[in-house]
């Protein structure tokens, strides 16, 4: 793997640490947001490595996952749409308020396992 690929890797590890240490605080949404930014970076390294090419700029990690040619299992495809989609929400705050109340600790947990387990998944496909 090459130094640049490695980078992403080690960005996106660094990053659900932080989502770990905001869910532990209690800052859950930040969680879910850094949840998304490591697998993010995690598919930009993927990328990388695959294309010889720098990864595209966006946050869409259903057009990462395209763009790298990878597809999840089912189960992990619709994790996948749903982390997208709380990018938005979680990045672009409109109503704190509601977002502490749609991202408790228990979704936040949730969410923080599962892309653990996905962030796995990307890594094996390295």
Request: proline letters at 4%; hydrophobic letters at 40%; aromatic letters at 10%.
């Amino acid at each position: 793997m090459n130094e640049k690929s490695q980078q992403w890797l080690k960005q996106a590890d660094y990053d659900i640490s932080t989502a770990e240490f905001m869910c532990k605080g209690g800052r859950f949404f930040y969680a879910v947001l850094m949840c998304h930014l490591s697998v993010e970076k995690a598919l930009k390294g993927l990328y990388l490595k695959k294309s010889g090419q720098a990864p595209p700029k966006t946050h869409n990690l259903v057009y990462l996952l395209n763009k790298v040619g990878i597809k999840p299992e089912d189960k992990m495809g619709l994790f996948v749409a749903k982390l997208n989609e709380a990018n938005i929400a979680t990045r672009y705050p409109e109503d704190i308020d509601k977002l502490q109340k749609d991202y408790t600790e228990p979704v936040a947990e949730e969410i923080l396992n599962n892309t653990m387990e996905l962030l796995e998944w990307i890594k094996k496909q390295f």
